[in-house]
C-alpha cells in the first residue's frame, strides 16, 4: 500500500516537473545559450570578461533550478514528517497493546492522508513556483 501512495506522489511530482521544465525551464536554456554565444562573439573583450559575460547569463537558469529543487526538498520533507508521524502514531498503538493488522490498517489509512493532503498541495506549489520562474527569466 505504501509503495502504491509513493507511486502516486512520484507520478504527479514528475509530471509538475515536465511541466516546468517544458514551459519555463526550457526557454530560460535558450535564452542562456544565446546570451552565451553573444558573449563569445565579442573579440575585444578579454577572457576574463567573456567569463564574466558567460557567468552572468547562466545566473537565471541556476536560480531557478536551485528554486525547483529547494521547493522541491521542503514538499518532500513534509511529507516525509507527516509519514513519520503516521509510523510513530502505530508504534504507540502497537506498545500500547492493539492488534497488528488492526495497527497495519491504521497506518495504511494514516499514509494515505497524508499522500492525499499532500497531492492537493501540487497545483498551488507548481504555480507559485511557475510565477517566480516567470519573474526570474524577467
Known amino acids: 500500500m505504501?509503495?502504491?501512495?509513493q507511486l502516486r506522489v512520484q507520478e504527479a511530482v514528475d509530471s509538475m516537473v515536465k511541466s516546468?521544465?517544458?514551459e519555463n525551464i526550457r526557454k530560460?536554456?535558450?535564452l542562456m545559450f544565446r546570451c552565451s554565444a553573444s558573449?563569445?562573439?565579442d573579440s575585444q573583450a578579454s577572457m576574463q570578461q567573456v567569463h564574466q559575460c558567460i557567468e552572468r547569463c547562466h545566473a537565471p537558469l541556476a536560480q531557478a533550478q536551485a528554486l525547483v529543487t529547494s521547493e522541491l526538498e521542503k514538499f518532500q520533507d513534509r511529507l516525509a514528517r507527516c509519514t513519520m508521524h503516521c509510523n510513530d502514531k502505530a508504534k504507540d498503538s502497537i506498545d500500547a497493546?492493539?492488534?497488528e493488522l488492526q495497527v497495519k490498517r491504521q497506518l495504511e489509512s494514516c499514509v494515505?492522508?497524508?499522500?492525499?493532503d499532500h497531492m492537493h498541495l501540487?497545483?498551488?506549489m507548481t504555480k507559485k513556483m511557475k510565477e517566480s520562474l516567470l519573474s526570474i527569466g524577467k
Open 2 to 5: 505504501a509503495e502504491l501512495q
Open 20 to 22: 516546468l521544465e517544458r
Open 28 to 30: 530560460m536554456q535558450g
Open 39 to 41: 558573449c563569445c562573439e
Open 97 to 99: 497493546g492493539s492488534k
Open 112 to 116: 494515505t492522508k497524508c499522500v492525499d
Open 122 to 124: 501540487i497545483p498551488t
